[in-house]
């Protein structure tokens, strides 16, 4: 034994303890820098640039919405005097001519300004009297429009406040008129207010068009950051200011959204879409940013600054990289320090290394040196040589059982190979009958199992039967054999289904003191009828997919027991008239519930959602997609329960 002076030192304090020592030196090193370096300037630095860039891009967003409204409101105020004065000089339709006209020379911002009426307002104007002005190449230029191949009366511009009642801005659209401007050239968008005569009575529209060119550059000079950038959506979310000329009017902030789940993105979308004010962190193009968005008066659209949180924090970063580099100064002297602690006061250790290695090679007879030690070091060779007393023991009895334990595996392996050769193999099962598609696997949880599936065809009808013991591993398989067995001896016999399980039943509740039972699906297709004839015996009920149909689960009016329970009891069977064309697939436990590593189960609904889509597959096919589908579900996880799938179709 190890005697240590009881006598209290403050020097011997911290001899007798290796860790203590080690902890020290670490804990005064290591406070110091990370103090200096870390503490004082990540938390603190980053909350600050992080403020200081959510005020200057509020900021800068509030001053450009402000301009746009502006100029929004000078149009509307433009609109809504020329309207007054247009419905008061409806008897004189020229009037038309130089308000629309006006409207357009006295405010530079508008492109182009159109004074429309109802067909025949004016009898001997004809069925279409629309004024339309428009501001093109420096130019204002005045003409009737409307025809056979423009119904202007149908236009949303002509439609909206019509239906309305009262003024309001259009979505934005193409001046089919600039054909040779690019997209964003010809994009317009319109204040629409009703014309109403002197009883009130709708008449006409007055569309003051406003082009997109000046708001796409006003809000696209909003630049914060160097990689920073603008976007505007109008009521539906289309864009119509976007630095991406491919997404104007085509895409929508929703986009996306539709061809990836991206929630946050959805989120964003929504909040601009109501009209709401605010910032979002999300993924833009696969980098993180901060979007401040803020709606744009009463036209419904919205604006926004996509700012990358690389250019917010460009400076901070500078200076962590700095601070890195002082930890990493730091680290380095605290290495050169600590290596000439530790190389003095590990030296011991490696004298055990060194033993323990020649230990390792076989040599249990080298003994260790006695250092003399107190603290934790000694203890460890005081303790390694007693280990080392014991070990000679230990691998004897580890050799012994590791023997026994390879002859358990190999048996296994030949059991595994004896159960699977027991099952039908599939190359295929019915090579000279067209009129049955039907295919099987089974797969053990463990190196044997308890599932069991067969069938076979006597004269013209097909057998088939998938069961699930309780239980795993050999005793679950020995189980399976004998139910196995039993059901192809009694099945042979040309019984139905219910007595079949009548017969299985009888002769596996005999002597069954160990409690085992077997549930499962029993049944017989007439092969010239198309009739299935079933007895299912506590097992899980199939799904079924009907031509034109969406597949369920088989509905079934009898419950019967698990096979092997009750001796005696009477299992009730059931029919359909004929299954010709359909998808019947019969399962185990292993398929619904099948485990993810979060212990979340595959599930009936799952299971139900994959075979709706299974009408053109091949049974082999469908196999093997349930098996890729649960293997996907596992993620690597080990299988909680054997596996055994059948898929039966009966062609006509």
Known sequence: MIHIDPIYNPLNFLRASFSRRLNFVVAILASVVFSVALVFLFEQSRQTVQNEAMDHATQLLNNTALRVNNILEQVEVATDNTGWLVSRHLDAPDSAYVYSRAIVQNNEQVAGCSVSFEPYYYRDRGRYYSIYTKREMGQVMTKQEGSESYEYFYMDWYQLPKLLGHPAWTEPFLDEDREEEAVQDKMILSYCKPILDEK????????????????????????????????????????????????????????????????????????????????????????????????????????????????????????????????????????????????????????????????????????????????????????????????????????????????????????????????PRIFPPFPDREDIDLYASMTPAKEVGGDLYDFFVEKDSLYFCVGDVSGKGVPASLFMAVTRNLFRVIAQQGQSPEEIANQINHALSAENDQGMFVTMFIGMVDLTTGRLDFCNCGHNPPVICEPGRKACFLPMQYVNTALGTWDGFEFQGESIPDIRKWQILLYTDGLNEAENPKYELFGNDHLIELMNGVSQMTAQEIIQMLQEEVEKHRSGAAPNDDLTLLSLSIKE
């Open 200 to 423: 009130g009575t709708y008449v006409g529209t007055i569309a003051t068009d406003l082009s997109l060119r000046w708001l796409s550059e006003t809000i696209s000079a909003v630049k914060p950051y160097p990689h920073s950038y603008s976007f505007m959506i109008g009521l539906g979310g289309t864009f119509f200011v976007h630095p991406d000329p491919d997404k104007l009017l085509y895409q929508s902030i929703f986009t996306e959204t539709l061809l990836q789940d991206n929630p946050e993105r959805l989120a964003l979308g929504k909040a601009m879409v109501s009209g709401e004010e605010g910032m979002r962190q999300l993924i833009l193009d696969g980098e993180l940013c901060h979007v401040f968005y803020k709606p744009l008066g009463e036209t419904g659209f919205s604006a926004a600054i996509v700012c990358p949180e690389r250019d917010i924090f460009y400076g901070y970063n500078r200076l962590r990289n700095v601070v890195i580099l002082i930890f990493i100064l730091g680290m380095l002297l605290m290495h050169i320090i600590l290596s000439a602690i530790f190389r003095r006061e590990i030296r011991p250790l490696s004298t055990l290394a060194e033993q323990a290695e020649t230990i390792a090679d076989g040599h249990f007879e080298q003994t260790l040196p006695n250092n003399g030690r107190i603290d934790e070091i000694g203890r460890l060779c005081q303790s390694f040589s007693e280990m080392q007393q014991s070990l000679v023991t230990y691998i004897d009895e580890i050799k012994s059982t590791s023997a026994e334990k390879a002859s358990i595996e190999r048996e296994l392996y030949v059991a595994r190979d004896i159960q699977m050769s027991m099952v």
